[in-house]
């Protein structure tokens, strides 16, 4: 039902940025709230950032803050985190989420629709 597509992924260097990209398809993107989130290998997903349905509110994980943007843009149907000074344990495959049920949430079983995830790599 819900489509979402993610770009931006790929390799920098400690200390670059890179912006992740999240287009959803249909006509209701402005009532999800929409969050990001992220998993390494052999480590449990975990919420990095999330942003209410109308952009106006956002959160974000400690490990983050300070460093990512969280943004919309209703109008593109597209959600954007913007990284910076990326760390090497920022490495992860990074996936938008749709929450259309609860308020935003940074509990991943709380989010109905998924991208495929973009692989974000950190080199030291």
């Known amino acids: 039902q819900v489509q979402l597509v993610e770009s931006g992924g790929g390799l920098v260097q400690a200390g670059g940025s890179l912006r992740l990209s999240c287009v959803a398809s249909?006509?209701?993107?402005?009532?999800?709230?929409m969050g990001w989130f992220r998993q390494a290998p052999g480590k449990e997903r975990e919420f990095v950032a999330g942003i209410s349905r109308g952009g106006g509110s956002t959160d974000y994980a400690d490990s983050v803050k300070g460093r990512f943007t969280n943004s919309r843009d209703n109008a593109k149907n597209t959600v954007y985190l913007q990284m910076n000074s990326l760390k090497p344990e920022d490495t992860a495959v990074y996936y938008c989420?749709?929450?259309?049920?609860?308020?935003?949430?940074?509990?991943?079983?709380?989010?109905?629709?998924w991208g495929q995830g973009t692989q974000v790599t950190v080199s030291s």
């Open positions: 989420a749709a929450n259309p049920r609860y308020a935003n949430s940074r509990y991943y079983t709380h989010y109905d629709y």
């Open positions: 249909g006509r209701t993107f402005s009532t999800y709230a």
